[in-house]
């Protein structure tokens, strides 16, 4: 099959089956696979015109929501998270697609900023492995189920099943939180406003909705359970790869005259996201039974070979 769009010949069943695996398991760490997809694309079919970025938000709305229906309806959707980093990522998404466009039209300088994107990616993802980190996540651990105990003592635990629903808490702009497991998390919107600011450019300009960079940040930094950030990654990802679209879609006619393919390719796209909207649902529904640090581990590696191979070679 013929895409005309990206010049991209494969058959039909590539690319659902390609997405359906990724998506499998980087779902469970609350991220689409966009990260993952993209290089896919650039290496293997050879798709590397900016029309490449906006394919990529393509997949990611028809994909996430499968993901994120399971995330609400087990209660794990932490709205405060979710809102603020909507509103740090859209207006990031629309300078990061100009940014794209003017000054990354070309493969090779967009593979050196793809393979720093992925460098970072990877290092987070290996980062867990570090003693210090496994210890700062048992306690945190520990902390949630010794306060669920000290709840349940008072006859203050959920009904059965729903021990792990996420309920509202305070939200300000200089404070908000949220409850889960019988304990408390907060973090500072402005932070994290600012944070997914930068996050929305840097996702607008591969493709992504920034899910991949802002989760690992609210794992390490803000200090909040991976159980709760999961969902909001997720549908944060998915508000902000619907604007992503619409914006590439209406600037392109503005870079006519450069030739370049700047409209995603809807087809691609689209089977990208069909396979990718399974992979998040069974990746969401499988979260809490699956070994997801022997995923991470090797996912981790298979990410850092890829950004090295993109620095390395774009610069040779």
Not at 126 to 151: H, M, R, T
Not at 178 to 206: M, Q, R
Not at 256 to 280: E, K, M, S
């Amino acid at each position: 099959m013929y895409f005309p769009i990206s010049g991209v010949e494969t058959s039909p069943f590539i690319p659902v089956a390609v997405a359906f695996v990724i998506s499998l398991f980087t779902s469970m760490g609350g991220v689409s696979g966009a990260f993952v997809l993209l290089p896919f694309q650039v290496s293997v079919l050879g798709f590397v015109s900016p029309a490449v970025s906006s394919t990529n938000l393509v997949y990611n709305i028809i994909a996430i929501p499968g993901g994120v229906y399971r995330y609400f309806r087990e209660g794990r959707m932490a709205w405060p998270i979710v809102w603020v980093t909507v509103a740090g990522t859209l207006p990031g998404v629309f300078v990061g697609a100009v940014l794209r466009i003017k000054y990354l039209p070309g493969p090779d300088n967009f593979k050196i900023f793809a393979g720093c994107v992925l460098l970072y990616i990877a290092f987070r993802l290996l980062y867990d492995f570090i003693p210090a980190a496994i210890e700062n996540a048992k306690s945190d651990l520990e902390k949630c189920l010794k306060k669920s105990s000290v709840s349940a003592k008072k006859n203050d635990m959920p009904p059965p099943g729903k021990d792990r629903v996420i309920s509202a808490g305070r939200f300000s702009i200089i404070s908000c939180s949220y409850k889960f497991y019988g304990e408390t998390f907060s973090f500072n919107p402005i932070w994290l406003f600012l944070l997914t600011l930068a996050v929305g450019i840097a996702g607008g300009i591969y493709g992504i909705g920034g899910g991949a960079i802002i989760a690992p940040f609210l794992i390490t930094v803000f200090r909040l359970p991976v159980y709760t950030i999961a969902g909001a990654a997720l549908f944060g990802t998915f508000l902000t790869s619907i604007v992503g679209v619409i914006f590439y879609t209406v600037i392109a006619p503005a870079y006519v005259h450069t030739g370049l393919a700047i409209v995603p390719d809807w087809q691609l796209g689209a089977l990208f996201g069909v396979g990718g909207l399974v992979g998040t649902y069974c990746g969401a529904r499988l979260q809490k039974y699956f070994p997801a640090k022997a995923i991470k581990l090797l996912l981790g590696f298979v990410i850092l070979f890829i950004a090295t191979k993109y620095i390395l070679g774009s610069m040779i």
